[in-house]
T-cell receptor
Framework: DAKTTQPTSMDCAEGRAANLPCNHS???????VYWYRQIHSQGPQYIIH???NNETNEMASLIITEDRKSSTLILPHATLRDTAVYYC??????????????FGKGTLLTVNP | GAVVSQHPSRVICKSGTSVKIECRSL??????MFWYRQFPKQSLMLMAT?????????EQGVEKDKFLINHASLTLSTLTVTSAHPEDSSFYIC????????????FGQGTRLTVV
């Protein structure tokens, strides 16, 4: 089972920041939070990941609360091409150096003109 | 990011036949590859995890004799759907974890399988 909960859908105006929340209240101390997105009929695209500290890359920023029970993905200036399903995933260690990415239902972000 | 290529992107086959899907990591060596299945309007469901040179680990409820996985090299894994039936029609997606350094998994573009 996915260890995350996300809103089913969100809307955002083009050019505005999109803030996508995720709850992961049962996350363990060594489990990372990953974000991927999937545009219709394509494979998921990696966005960003983090453990404790906030992270930023060319695509997005990831804000993780101090207790690590929730996080927010921020797309600073959303474009129409950012319309996709966004998945927040807790990466679970499945033994040794192996891990699993278990996908939940994700958030459908619709960026409107 | 790293590139993972799947082939074919679309395939239509007759019931009872077998279909092979290839997943290649083009610019990195993949220690581990994952196979997912996605039905319409649903999320990705992990089917199996494969490590190079060893047998795949299947998720509960996934028939290992029906979905054959081979991970013969650090850049190639294959999924063969044997004796396909219409209910096997789905979007199959692979992902690969880099051998060294990287902690993220990169996904292929997916394969749309239709069994008629």
């Amino acid at each position: 089972d996915a260890k995350t909960t996300q809103p089913t859908s969100m809307d955002c105006a083009e050019g505005r920041a999109a803030n996508l929340p995720c709850n992961h209240s049962t996350i363990s101390g060594n489990e990372y939070v990953y974000w991927y997105r999937q545009i219709h009929s394509q494979g998921p695209q990696y966005i960003i990941h983090g453990l404790k500290n906030n992270e930023t890359n060319e695509m997005a920023s990831l804000i993780i609360t101090e207790d690590r029970k929730s996080s927010t993905l921020i797309l600073p200036h959303a474009t129409l091409r950012d319309t996709a399903v966004y998945y927040c995933i807790v990466r679970v260690n499945s033994g040794g150096s192996n891990y699993k990415l278990t996908f939940g239902k994700g958030t459908l972000l619709t960026v409107n003109p | 990011g790293a590139v993972v290529s799947q082939h074919p992107s679309r395939v239509i086959c007759k019931s009872g036949t077998s279909v092979k899907i290839e997943c290649r990591s083009l610019d990195f060596q993949a220690t581990t590859m994952f196979w997912y299945r996605q039905f319409p309007k649903q999320s990705l469901m992990l089917m199996a995890t494969s490590n190079e040179g060893s047998k795949a680990t299947y998720e509960q409820g996934v028939e290992k004799d029906k979905f054959l996985i081979n991970h013969a090299s650090l850049t190639l894994s294959t999924l063969t759907v044997t004796s396909a039936h219409p209910e096997d029609s789905s979007f199959y997606i692979c992902s690969a974890q880099a051998r060294t350094g990287g902690t993220e998994a990169f996904f292929g573009q997916g394969t749309r399988l239709t069994v008629v």
